[in-house]
Nanobody, 122 residues
Framework: QVQLVESGGGLVQAGGSLRLSCAAS????????MGWFRQAPGKEREFVAA????????DYADSVKGRFTISRDNGKNTVYLQMNSLKPEDTAVYYC???????????????WGQGTQVTVSS
């Protein structure tokens, strides 16, 4: 069982930055691919970014490429999402997920955090 706890959300103006963190309670953190997803009101949860077990490979949704950066620290059991040049359309609840195999869809992930709200004002 893996417990995930997100933090770092908040209210920011368009063009601003936020850094999300997701701490995992597992001794085998490095055996999981970690992903960030988001869900806006009335919409499906969508993929944002994923990072491989060692951090050597990453993938991003087209909507965030060049603005968001995913990273991980296996020594701290934590994955991060640095979000720059935020837009109002980035407003959503952001979730981190963990899966033992590479995946960029919600069904590939076995464990989820409770989510953290990100609100971008125009």
């Amino acid at each position: 069982q893996v417990q995930l706890v997100e933090s770092g959300g908040g209210l920011v103006q368009a063009g601003g930055s936020l850094r999300l963190s997701c701490a995992a309670s597992t001794r085998t953190f490095s055996t999981y691919v970690m992903g960030w997803f988001r869900q806006a009101p009335g919409k499906e949860r969508e993929f944002v970014a994923a990072i491989s077990w060692s951090g050597g490979s990453t993938d991003y949704a087209d909507s965030v490429k060049g603005r968001f950066t995913i990273s991980r620290d296996n020594g701290k059991n934590t994955v991060y999402l640095q979000m720059n040049s935020l837009k109002p359309e980035d407003t959503a609840v952001y979730y981190c997920g963990a899966t033992p195999a590479w995946g960029v869809v919600t069904t590939a992930y076995d464990y989820w955090g409770q989510g953290t709200q990100v609100t971008v004002s125009s």
